[in-house]
């Protein structure tokens, strides 16, 4: 008996035309896109969640340019397989033959030196090289590798591009488009899923069988009946990864300690990366807990810098602490708030121009132009403050920072109506 391709590989794109998602990179016009067409790419890393497409849009880049593609895993590869591929690139540089693609999945599993060890192929142009990672590759990708690669964010597949691998599927696949299957309902294989699309194409060929067997439409009820979820199992690669650190976040946020600690520990357990977890802390100290409690981003950096220096197991206690102590703080994300909407203020004015009196003047030009002449330095009046306009002349009086209510956030508040009376209407 033959055993059958999985459906995620059977409907894996054979060309950039199929390729779902991403249009931002590839998409007509794109920056990605128009490199592609000009048969010639940098070294580049695809930054995304899981089954959003990264593997396959190597595989297509190499396609397109008719390259030879070398795919190693970081999980299972080291150094050793890392040299042997360079040296199969160099081989074919001495028959000029097209300079190979080095594919390397989940690239921030990569050790230091695994990584260094890519470094001379790329800079000679041995090899170009295709990193993926879910990881934020500034933390996970050694500088000096960094700078020679041209980093691509992908984005989590929408609704609308979910539910088209679902139809696209059952009327294109070989074994799918034989059956009379009908989906009355997508949101249960969409939720399940979590946008991954590998994951919803599994769970489609899962609930597919049971579907035929059973002459039934694929609905919710029916979806959650037939897949059957192992919800204690915590796989770092993926497969919860995200649900769970969401919970965590979510979790502390809400300020319930006890179900942050729980979510810590199903990391843990799970063999999370102590670091991992730091940075996400050290987010959220500052986008859910801001002024309200400024101690709050020293201890989760305090901690950040500890668990790189311990690791596992005593990085536990630390970061328990750290979690306790952030899930029982008082909240507040006004600095987020502000950020958000300062930079969505600068998208839609652009570049406004600076008030002469904040210039900088450092020729004689400038001075004589009146740059700076009219500025007022602070420390020379009482208390540190004068009133003086900071903003561009065409947003005079735009308030973009709402202090939290809390005590810490109602002092500031307070201050500055002293300082500013009803310019911002604190």
């Known amino acids: 008996m033959t055993t059958r391709i999985p459906l995620a590989e059977r409907m894996r794109p054979k060309s950039l035309e199929d390729y779902v998602g991403q249009k931002h990179i590839v998409g007509d016009g794109a920056v990605l896109k128009n490199a592609i067409d000009q048969k010639g790419i940098p070294s580049i890393i695809l930054w995304g969640p899981p089954g959003v497409g990264k593997t396959t849009l190597a595989l297509l880049i190499a396609k397109a340019l008719e390259r030879p593609f070398y795919s190693l895993s970081a999980i299972q590869s080291g150094v050793k397989e890392v040299r042997e591929v360079i040296e199969k690139a160099e081989q074919l540089r001495q028959f000029n033959q097209e300079q190979p693609i080095l594919f390397i999945d989940e690239i921030h599993r990569f050790s230091k030196s695994q990584q260094d060890s890519l470094l001379g192929a790329v800079e000679r142009g041995t090899v170009t090289l295709i990193g993926a990672t879910t990881e934020n590759p500034s933390f996970e990708v050694i500088s000096a590798l960094l700078s020679r690669c041209q980093v691509y964010v992908l984005e989590e597949l929408a609704k609308e591009d979910l539910i088209h691998i679902v ?69 770092k690669s993926g497969e919860q990864h995200y649900d769970v650190i969401s919970a965590f976040i979510k979790s502390i946020r809400g300020s319930d300690p006890n179900a942050a600690v729980y979510w810590l520990a199903r990391m843990i357990e799970g063999g999370e990366d102590p670091k991992f977890i730091a940075r996400r802390l050290l987010i959220l100290a500052s986008e859910d807990i801001g002024n309200a409690n400024p101690n709050a981003l020293l201890l989760a950096n305090n901690c950040f810098q500890a668990v790189n220096v311990i690791g596992w197991p005593e990085s536990r206690i630390i970061l328990s602490q750290t979690v306790t102590y952030l899930a029982s703080s008082v909240k507040s994300n006004a600095a987020y708030e502000a950020i958000n909407k300062a930079q969505a203020i600068v998208r839609q004015t652009s570049n406004l121009s600076v008030p002469l009196h904040l210039r900088n003047a450092p020729t004689k030009l400038m001075k004589a132009l009146d740059y700076g002449g009219d500025y007022k330095y602070s420390h020379a009046f009482p208390g540190n403050f004068v009133l003086q306009e900071y903003m561009p002349d065409q947003l005079k009086g735009l308030k973009l920072y709402e202090p939290g209510s809390n005590a810490a956030e109602d002092k500031l508040r307070a201050s500055l109506k002293e300082r500013w009376k009803d310019k911002y209407g604190y």
């Open 167 to 235: 139809d696209k599927a059952l009327s294109e696949d070989e074994y799918l488009n034989q059956e009379k299957i009908e989906v009355k309902e997508y949101d249960a294989l969409l939720q399940l899923s979590g946008g991954d699309a590998r994951k919803l194409l599994n769970i489609l060929e899962l609930v597919s069988q049971a579907a035929v067997h059973q002459k039934l439409p694929i609905a919710n009820d029916f979806v959650a009946k037939h897949v059957q979820q192992n919800r204690i199992r915590y796989d």
